[in-house]
């Protein structure tokens, strides 16, 4: 089968750019082999390899399974079925920490339910300062320490476990976390891309979908420095509730940082002492 040939079929299934994408994959070629050798005729695995890759996408596979990647805060990830795929949206968790660190001389800091690791790594690349990462799943914990290494050059200081359970003794200045947040009502609205992904990286548990951040923020003071900050990505729906969480588990200066389409992503506040 022709390159153009094939192309064309994709782009009435897949759309051009996705159609782009997955001949890259299947074949290696970027768009200017693909418009140079559009007359090439392709070999049989490159050719089966791309229309599986159209069927999975198709059948609601997200692209960047397909791809292997996705790119957040200007770093690339690798990324797979195991951890959640990283969102714009998030990158204001990684701005909210950034700002909370010049509060502190040499901030010691821990991105909690790391996923991917693409909020601790786009910190530590930014801040050019370490970031423990730490997560419940044996498999998003290995793909986050790869992930630090390739974007730091570093080993991260990476632990097991669920929540602040590997942390014992540990004290932070910043605690960072995207955690598990959606209702089962919320999950069960999304589309079907994002049913593809762990669905512990998504429902955080009670009818409010709050329960995982209830005993971050409850244990969280016990794992924070005096002033110590503590950040957490939630949906705007629940940043009132958030909020009043903190106030009365005794944090202050509660604040609220807007993501990129303006709407309430991140609340944060500090430990009183």
């Not at 390739?150 to 359970?165: C, I, Q, V, Y």
């Not at 909020?243 to 202050?252: L, P, V």
Request: net charge negative; glycine share 8%; charged share 25%.
């Amino acid at each position: 089968m022709r390159l153009r040939a094939l192309k064309r079929d994709l782009i009435q299934s897949n759309g051009d750019l996705e159609a782009r994408i997955i001949i890259r994959i299947a074949t290696g070629m970027d768009e200017i082999a693909q418009i140079i050798n559009a007359e090439k005729e392709l070999p049989e695995e490159a050719v089966e390899k791309a229309m599986q890759l159209s069927k999975e996408r198709l059948a609601g596979t997200p692209m960047a399974y397909i791809m292997g990647e996705k790119e957040f805060y200007g770093l690339p990830f690798k990324v797979s079925r195991d951890v959640l795929i990283p969102r714009p949206d998030t990158e204001s968790l990684v701005d909210v920490a950034v700002r909370l660190a010049s509060s502190f001389a040499k901030p010691r800091i821990l991105d909690l339910c790391t996923g991917s690791g693409a909020v601790g790594t786009a910190i530590a690349c930014t801040l050019s300062l370490p970031v423990a990462l730490s997560d419940i799943s044996p498999a998003a914990l290995a793909i986050a320490s790869e992930n630090y290494e390739r974007n730091t050059g570093k080993k991260p200081d990476a632990r097991l476990g669920s929540l602040f359970e590997p942390w014992k003794g540990a004290v932070f200045d910043i605690i960072a976390t995207n955690p598990p947040y959606l209702t089962d009502a919320w999950y069960g609205e999304t589309d079907k891309d994002v049913k593809q992904e762990p669905s512990l990286a998504l429902i955080g548990g009670g009818d409010d979908g709050l329960d995982i951040i209830r005993q971050i923020i409850h244990q969280a003071s016990g794992y924070l420095a005096k002033d110590g900050a503590l950040a957490i990505e939630c949906d705007f729906r629940q940043i009132e509730s958030c909020g009043r969480i903190f106030r009365n588990e005794g944090f202050s200066s509660i604040a609220v940082e807007k993501d990129a389409a303006g709407k309430e992503r991140v609340i944060y506040g500090r430990r009183l002492s």
